[in-house]
């Protein structure tokens, strides 16, 4: 399955990929898919911050990658592997959970919350990871 890479091809894809998990997906990963876009987006109310950026960046490399494997393999179970980074942000950004002066308020929340979510949604993940090594191979979702 190849598609086209151009610009607009990328943003075809972007906007395919987040139709397949915010409209083809069942109700409930439905849910969790917009849950998990709605925390990560929400970095961008907390700008102002370090971490916020962080999550930004990340959450713009997963999708760059997404999109890449997405155009040459289809919706396949492997691509949450890009989420891989989050390991290490996550674990940073629980450390900066108890910096000085520790964030408070909605900062704060934010932060529990995107840490929570990426953990559980890093724990889908392999399990994915592990359906395609055990041969679930083909794209599961098309648009």
Not at 28 to 47: E, Q, T
Not at 57 to 73: C, D, E, F, N
Not at 86 to 107: K, T, V, Y
Request: contains cysteine; positive net charge.
């Amino acid at each position: 399955m190849t598609r086209n890479t151009s610009a607009n091809g990328i943003l075809r894809s972007v906007l395919e990929l987040f139709g397949i998990v915010l409209v083809r997906f069942r109700p409930i990963p439905r849910a969790w898919a917009a849950w998990l876009v709605a925390v990560n987006l929400a970095c961008l109310l907390f700008l102002g911050h370090v971490e916020a950026q962080v999550a930004l960046a990340a959450v713009g490399v997963a999708v760059i990658v997404q999109v890449l494997v997405y155009q040459r393999k289809g919706f396949i179970r492997l691509l949450g592997v890009t989420h891989l980074p989050w390991i290490p942000m996550l674990a940073w950004m629980a450390s900066r959970l108890d910096a000085q002066p520790a964030p408070e308020g909605a900062f704060r929340a934010w932060l529990i919350a995107l840490i929570v979510t990426n953990a559980i949604s890093l724990a889908i993940d392999a399990w994915d990871a592990t359906r395609f090594v055990r041969g679930e191979r083909r794209p599961y979702y098309s648009w």
